[in-house]
């Protein structure tokens, strides 16, 4: 318990050395170019906290994060769940199968357009895109981590008398678990990219829409705070799911 | 408890179907050990898992308690190779599972396991997960797991063939022990002739391969006067020092000849 810990704090001390080092490079890079587009970290930072106390990033904050978290309530139960399914009946994959390996490499942001058209300029359309983005990544893991789950681990718990529910339930679902994560790690750093772009098209709210406004605007540190708003964003969902997994998959752990 | 009744094995292959086991005969009664014994590809792994209700032979009958194993059974329990625990969940839950899936209340859960791990020496490691224990302890944990089920039949897929030797005769003792005091039929499969010898009262020699036949049976020739009728006779002659004794050599050398003859 002791060691774990230690190891922890270790780990949050180089992280946050990590960090200062990034912020050193900026400021170094700033003082180099001495250009207006490119502040020193301390203006960047100074305007994200006027503008966390004006409020005036949080509304685009806010409405990025709930566009992010709506796309991911809806596509990952349901694409976990599909992903499950597809991973241990054949006869449902063969159905599922061919479609992933067709639509899966497609680049999603490339339908965007005829995402709008189909559900107009709102909410609607940025979360069903992220939303796609989320559901392809995650059905593809989760079948694939669904497949490799030991057959002597399944005809286990099936000796024991378990029913169809109580496999998933006992089974499938906690050896997957792992890859839904990873899944959702990765299908989140692409969905926040993808988040980006569809701000920026044709939208008033979210930090997409804010760092391209800002820039138009030439008004360089409040690019810059929204910038790193978002980057923040990114990190807290990783921050979230890494505690989620330690909580998840203590199992995993060696120590 | 258990007969097997013309047991015959198909599955398709590349080929054509593949003919796994053919005519497979047996009677094992209540309360006694019997052993299956062949060579790798023999096809015991399959009829354990036809006996334990996992797999439907293609032709004849595999019946436990009277009745046809056409599915997984309460009272039957299995135990695997590979200890096949699982790995998400601690000792306890594990050795929990077979109630809660059951239905049973928590109360009882937790208190039918604490028991079992005490008996099986395993109470400290409760809160381990798997991948922390040996080996050994995992098919502790594994026949604890077993045993929370309240099996009156255990068929057991070579289970100790992945442990060193001392570690393995432990676990025959433990087992040989928890079957007297619970007395369950079991049915071993096996390649190890000293398992065999040691734990069965009887043996089915087993021999070929697609399909796998058996050869022969092979009981231990034991003295009635040696303490009545039934398996507690056998089970009375079976402790550590019958490891050394003339008896379990000439046993041991008959399924030898026997696995000789038909391989």
């Known amino acids: 318990m002791k060691a774990r810990r230690g190891t922890s704090l270790l780990g949050a001390a180089r992280t946050a050395a990590a960090f200062a080092a990034l912020l050193a490079i900026w400021a170094i890079a700033a003082a180099v170019v001495q250009r207006p587009f490119l502040p020193p970290p301390g203006a960047a930072f100074a305007r994200l906290a006027s503008d966390a106390a004006t409020l005036a990033l949080a509304r685009h904050l806010a409405a990025s994060a709930g566009r992010i978290g709506l796309a991911l309530l809806i596509a990952a139960p349901t694409a976990a769940a599909l992903g499950l399914a597809a991973g241990r009946s054949k006869g449902l994959d063969s159905l599922v199968s061919p479609f992933v390996y067709i639509l899966h490499p497609l680049p999603k942001i490339a339908f965007l357009p005829v995402i709008m058209l189909f559900l107009g300029l709102d909410d609607a359309a940025k979360v069903f895109l992220i939303g796609l983005i989320i559901f392809g990544q995650i059905l593809v893991t989760c079948r694939d981590a669904a497949r490799a789950v030991p057959e002597a681990l399944v005809e286990s718990v099936r000796a024991l008398g378990a029913t169809r529910l109580q496999l998933v339930r006992h089974v499938i679902a906690p050896a997957t678990l792992p890859a839904f994560l990873s899944a959702l790690r990765v299908g989140l750093g692409t969905s926040i990219a993808v988040l980006f772009m569809a701000e920026t098209f044709a939208s008033e709210s979210g930090l997409g829409w804010y760092i391209v406004d800002s820039l138009t605007r030439v008004d360089y540190p409040g690019m810059y705070a929204a910038i790193v708003a978002l980057s923040g964003l990114a990190l807290a969902c990783y921050l979230a799911l890494d ?5 998840a998959c203590r199992w995993r752990r060696t120590d | 408890m258990v007969r097997l009744e013309g047991v015959c094995l198909e599955y398709p292959g590349p080929s054509g179907p593949v003919r796994a086991l053919e005519g497979i005969d047996a009677r094992v009664p209540a309360g006694s050990i019997a052993a299956f014994i062949g060579p790798s590809g023999c096809g015991k792994t399959s009829l354990a898992r036809i006996v334990a209700g996992l797999r439907r032979p293609s032709r004849g009958r595999a019946l436990v308690a009277g009745e046809e194993a056409l599915a997984p ?27 809660l899936l059951g239905g049973a209340p928590s109360r009882e859960r937790r208190a039918r396991s604490r028991d079992l791990l005490e008996e099986l020496g395993l109470s400290e490691f409760a809160a381990f997960y798997p991948a922390r224990l040996s080996g050994g302890m995992r098919q502790r944990v594994a026949l604890a797991r077993a045993f929370a089920q309240e099996p009156d039949l255990l068929v057991m897929d070579e289970p100790f063939s992945s442990l060193d030797e001392l570690t393995r005769e432990s676990m025959q003792e433990l087992l040989l022990d928890l079957h007297r005091k619970r007395g369950a039929t079991v049915l071993i499969v096996t390649h190890s002739i000293e398992e065999a010898a040691y734990l069965a009262d009887a043996v089915y020699v087993m021999r070929g391969r697609n399909p796998g036949r058996v050869a022969a049976r092979i009981a231990p020739r034991t003295e009635p006067a040696a303490g009545g009728a039934g398996a507690p006779r056998c089970a009375a002659i079976r402790s550590p020092s019958y490891r050394g004794e003339e008896a379990f050599f000439g046993y041991a050398s008959a399924i030898r000849r026997a696995l000789e003859r038909g391989g």
């Open chain 1, 243 to 247: 505690a989620i997994e330690a909580r």
């Open chain 2, 73 to 99: 059974r309460r009272g039957t329990a299995m135990i695997f190779q590979d200890y096949a625990l699982l790995p998400w969940k601690t000792v306890s839950a594990n050795v929990e599972l077979p109630m």
